[in-house]
Antibody, heavy 120, light 107 residues
């Protein structure tokens, strides 16, 4: 059974940093691209970042480019999101998602999310 | 960047009705278009990938069509369990963009 468990969320002050983690199990992690997608309270889905199976292809939404860094450790079956210079508008539920293939294309399976609140 | 315009933003229909949602891309995206369902308080679920391919286990009343810039998502006979918000999403590797969502309610 595919499992994606996000962690690392919490309350953080504007301008500070936070690192999210996603522990994957139940599938061959290094066969699949992975994503971070967020959803602000009461709002729609916003894709944040994606990474191909071998980290050779990485993309970011304009809203986070230069502040967030996605990475993966295939030996540890883990996905990460380093979030720097956080802003109030980054407040959201952050989902980790598994693609349907090795390239960035579609979020085929989602975790339950970890909540990030940016506030002073 | 490619923008996705989804309409309507909400709709109300009766059980058994045919429901159609459209999604328009700001430029040609071939068939690189996916559709998701998100029920209240739950994580999204992929329903259709590459414009018209039904994900495994998804009921056949859901379908998708289109290519280029104009896409359609259809529920052939709305069921009570289909109450959710539906999103389109394009991919232009390594970038993805979601549409704004369509909230589907029962009349």
């Amino acid at each position: 059974e595919v499992q994606l468990v996000e962690s690392g969320g919490g309350l953080v002050q504007p301008g500070r940093s936070l690192r999210l983690s996603c522990a994957a199990s139940g599938f061959t992690f290094d066969d699949y691209a992975m994503h971070w997608v967020r959803q602000a309270p009461g709002k729609g889905l916003e894709w944040v970042s994606g990474i191909s199976w071998n980290s050779g292809s990485i993309g970011y939404a304009d809203s986070v480019k230069g502040r967030f860094t996605i990475s993966r450790d295939n030996a540890k079956n883990s996905l990460y999101l380093q979030m720097n210079s956080l802003r109030a508008e980054d407040t959201a539920l952050y989902y980790c998602a598994k693609d349907i293939g090795g390239a960035v294309a579609a979020a085929g399976y989602w975790g339950q999310g970890t909540l990030v609140t940016v506030s002073s | 960047d490619i923008q996705m315009t989804q309409s309507p933003s909400s709709l109300s229909a009766s059980v058994g009705d045919r429901v159609t949602i459209t999604c328009q891309a700001s430029q040609d995206i071939s068939n690189y278009l996916n559709w998701y369902q998100q029920k209240p308080g739950k994580a999204p679920k992929l329903l259709i990938y590459d414009a018209s391919n039904l994900e495994t286990g998804v009921p056949s009343r859901f379908s998708g069509s289109g290519s280029g810039t104009d896409f359609t998502f259809t529920i052939s006979s709305l069921q009570p369990e289909d109450i959710a918000t539906y999103y389109c999403q394009q991919y232009d590797n390594p970038l993805l963009t979601f549409g704004g969502g369509t909230k589907v309610e029962i009349k």
